[in-house]
């Protein structure tokens, strides 16, 4: 009496196309470029911003279609990626509460 | 797949004598004998975690620091510490407890990854040997804290064999996590979702997530501090531009929540024990399956509680005492429906149960002391005090052992397909509570007092109470060896258990005791709701030892 | 939530060598061994977390410092670097994309390149790392950091602090590259098995899971060029 559950066959049997692999591996190659010509421009505490938003941008790009995250069913893998940032910007951010507060008075 | 086969004498083949030898244990893939293993060497590590707790209160029965020197008595905090909490606390209960139950209170086969589950079993073996070396070698005297510069600049001590054995403990513990939160997503049987799971698994469950998200960090604490000792690098060190508190921010980001590593497992075994022997429904399940999660997840805000008087702004300080303060919540909530299922319930007072009534009140204890620590004006004047130190063990030993205890009386049945002996039992549970309480309770008044932790000498006046604190620790030693002897004693001798000697509700308790090797002769399909006891007929006769 | 699977338990003969006796199927198999690698990805995560946490500290506070010692690591074998790990992950996509199709040489191929690219970037950071030896850069005895702050001629950087910023490249890239020889060792065992013809379209777990590891790695790495190499440099 064996019925085959829904989820069964939920990590991707999407097939990358090669067409799209190597539009994403262009892209980031392309943005790497601009990571490394945007640190020659003085554009003050944004430089941080900005090469960390464009690795942000490389990092999801890497794990929305290199990953196959985009075409998995399983709703569990995003949870398990927005968890582990969630936790790791605990860390960061409670730490940053007393290292970034010593000096005020 | 192996039904009920009758071997000769009429012994039913299960999972203890399906196969012989040393090898069939040593690379066995089934959950349950790979639990036993864990419970031999845990055991084996609790008793030298003692040892030293023995040695530690010998020490401190007299104010001068006769016994042992300064520098030795560092050793023996130490070492108890470290072997305490990593050896034994946060492996015991998913490791022996969870790993034989939760498959079969699931209704799978086995864990999702059997041979990691195996693995995780020898890196706690080859951590444990790490921490017998460096016992053996002489010990670490940092305190089970590992504080900087102290570990990293000025010890002579085997700072680094202490650390490899934690990382390595670590990273069992991680894997056995992981294998957890993938065998309760993926392995459970037709029927059992989510909302009739026993909250033994829904504890191991929050139990996992911490495992997973937060031990890695001390994993990566551990690696920068053998690196800054063996390099001098400068990275904690202030005379290098180094923060001492960076350490102290990344140690307790794990180990806060390793307290509720510690902790939650026994409160999964608490509310099985419980929901038994008052034979009713767990009042309010899905807030005490939400309490679960919210303590592990509240669990990460909170641990520059630990840091209060250390140096952190002021700010931080009061972010974190806040926070503090809200962990209790859910902790409360759950002692709260404990109490309520017990409530017009038909109470049985088997050892189990004794167990749980003693974790009640020695958790909750426990629990609102840490509420006095947590306040930062109280903090300043009991922190790094016997006051801390009697909190943790009330939570830690009154709350988690007791429980680890209850688990252990409450499947042994299962587990061995053995009764122990009831009368001993019950002795050996008010032997325990009674060693506790006089072991730990006078540490309360001793650190409001104003006695410091760590130190080998004390004034005077601290005598009386520190006599009592060591006459009670005789007690409890008692207490715990009894149980050793009696199970022992039950493998040989004790009666033969039936399939549900307490009348409990579980898919384990279906199974024969002990279960065959892969759990069930066909797969379950659930059909009731958990603790379904309005439908479970009483046990046919109260099972006594003889 | 229900994800549970139905199984048959007695009688089941399994024709698939791969599906271990405690799965019922092999999609149920499939699912584990996939939220067990994320699983353990998460785990990466924070442990990796620790070094950030180190590094985003003392960056704030010795921002200077950091700067200049960052300006003494050359921006463009990190580029190149940065460049030959995507590459990889272009790489082991079409390797997954080769197993799925039941392309066995192709596989193999791919999985050969990844291997090739990720010695390429152990080989050009042994060389980064020559070049700090050279330098006095490696924290320890022989450390020594004689620099300007950026843009203040005047005002040389504290030693103490440019070291920290080391101490913290060396264990982060380090780790990065522990991993990165976890990775090639892993892959060159995939690649020996993909060659006797293990994968085929029905099984090739282990190649999309060693896959997601490698993405991983890249992704570390994604995070780090910026942060380590990239302080300041417009100054």
Known sequence: ??????????????????????????????????????????????????????????????VLFFMHVKYTHERLTPLVIVSALFFLGLLLSLSMADFGTRGWH | MAT?????????????????????????????????????????????????????????????????????????????????????????????????????????????????????????????????????????????????????????????????????????????????????????????????????????????????????????????????????????????????????????????????????????????????????????????????????????????HHMFVAGISLYAALIFSLLTYFVGVPSAVKVFNWTATMYKGSIRYDTPMLYAFGFIGLFTMGGLTGLFLASLGLDVHVTDTYFVVAHFHYVMVGGMVVAYLAGIHFWWPKISGRMYPEGWGKLAALLVFVGFNLTFFPQFVLGYLGMPRRYHAYPPEFQV?????????????????????????????????????????????????????????????????????????????????? | MDNSQVAVIEGHTHDNPALLHHFATEGQQKNAASLGMWLFLAQEVMFFGGLFCAYLVYRHWYYGDFSAASETIAILPGAINTAVLICSSLTVVLAVRAAQLNKRLQLVFWLLATIVLGLAFLG????????????????????????????????????????????????MTGMHALHMIIGVGLFGFLAFEAWRGKYTSEYYTPIENSGLYWHFVDIIWIYLFPLIYLIDRHR
């Open chain 2, 465 to 546: 109470l520190n006599v009592l604190s060591t006459a009670g620790a005789t007690v409890l030693a008692v207490g715990y060896l009894l149980p050793m002897v009696y199970f022992l004693w039950s493998l040989r001798y004790g009666k033969p258990a039936p399939v549900n000697p307490w009348g409990a509700a579980g898919l384990e308790w279906q199974v024969p005791s002990p279960p065959p090797t892969f759990n069930f002769d066909e797969q379950p399909v659930v059909t009731w709701e958990a603790y379904n006891y309005d439908e479970i007929p009483e046990p046919e006769e109260v099972p006594v030892g003889q």
């Open chain 1, 1 to 62: 009496m064996a019925n085959h559950s829904t989820t069964e066959h939920s990590t991707s049997e999407h097939i990358s196309s090669i067409g799209s692999s190597i539009t994403i591996w262009l892209i980031l190659l392309v943005c790497t470029g601009i990571t490394v010509g945007a640190a020659f421009i003085d554009l003050g505490p944004l430089n941080t911003v900005v090469a960390l938003s464009i690795a942000t941008f490389k990092a999801t790009l890497v």
């Open chain 3, 124 to 171: 050009i950071k042994a060389f980064e790392y020559y070049e700090k030896f050279v330098e006095h850069h490696i924290p320890g005895v022989n450390f020594s950091f004689i620099e300007h702050l950026p843009n203040q001629p005047g005002v040389m950087a504290n030693p103490h602090h440019a070291e920290m910023f080391f101490s913290l490249y060396f264990a």
């Open chain 2, 4 to 304: 009920a086969a009758v071997v000769e004498q009429g012994e039913r083949e299960n999972y203890l004598n399906a196969t012989y030898g040393l090898k069939s244990w040593l690379l066995t893939v089934d959950h349950k004998r790979i639990a036993l293993l864990y419970l031999i060497s845990i055991t084996f590590f609790f008793f030298i975690g003692g040892f030293f707790a023995l040695l530690i209160r010998l020490e401190l029965l007299t104010p001068a620091g006769d016994l042992v020197q300064s520098d030795t008595y560092n050793k023996l905090f130490t070492m108890h510490g470290q072997v305490m909490v990593f050896f034994f606390l946060i492996p015991a209960v998913p490791a022996v407890l969870g790993n034989f139950l939760i498959p079969i209170m699931i209704g799978a086969k086995d864990l999702a990854f059997p041979r990691i589950n195996l693995l995780s079993w020898y890196l706690y073996i080859i951590g444990g040997i790490l921490m017998l070396y460096t016992i053996l070698a002489g010990g670490a005297d940092t305190g089970w804290t590992f504080y900087t510069p102290l570990s990293t600049e000025f010890l002579n001590t085997h700072v680094i064999t202490a650390a490899l054995a934690v990382f390595t403990a670590g990273f069992s513990s991680i894997l056995t996590g992981l294998n957890f939160i993938v065998t309760t997503h993926r392995m459970r049987a037709p029927g059992m979702t989510w909302n009739r799971l026993p909250l033994f698994v829904w504890a191991h469950y929050a139990t996992s997530l911490i495992q997973v998200l937060g031990t890695p960090v001390l994993a990566i604490t551990i690696v920068l501090v053998a690196l800054e000792r063996l390099f001098h690098l400068g990275i904690f060190n202030p005379a290098l531009g180094g923060d001492p508190l960076l350490f102290q921010h990344l140690f307790w980001f794990y180990s806060h929540p390793a307290v509720y590593i510690m902790i939650l497992p026994g409160m999964g075994i608490i509310s099985e024990v419980v929901c038994c022997f008052s034979r009713k429904r767990i009042f309010g399940y899905k807030a005490m399956a939400l309490a679960l999660l919210g303590i592990a997840v509240v669990g990460f805000l909170v641990w520059a």
